[in-house]
């Protein structure tokens, strides 16, 4: 059986791109979607916001993508 998980994690980028930049390349080349923290005010720069209002199976696979996709710009 799936577990539903909810809530937001915010967290910080380990790369030098905007959040903004991050999460439109993650979206393009991951096919995964995150907020990035400047949606929430300049302060939210360097961050990006993840919603894990999903199952735990679909969250390890989006976890599993941004780690290669970080993986990649090291």
Do not use: W
């Amino acid at each position: 059986r799936y577990r539903l998980v909810t809530g937001v994690q915010t967290c910080a980028l380990p790369i030098c791109m905007t959040s903004e930049e991050f999460a439109n390349r993650l979206l393009s080349e991951e096919k995964v979607a995150v907020i990035p923290g400047t949606a929430f005010g300049e302060c939210g720069e360097g961050f990006i916001r993840i919603s894990y209002a999903y199952y735990i199976e679909e969250l390890k696979t989006a976890f599993d993508k941004i780690e290669s996709f970080i993986s990649r710009l090291a």
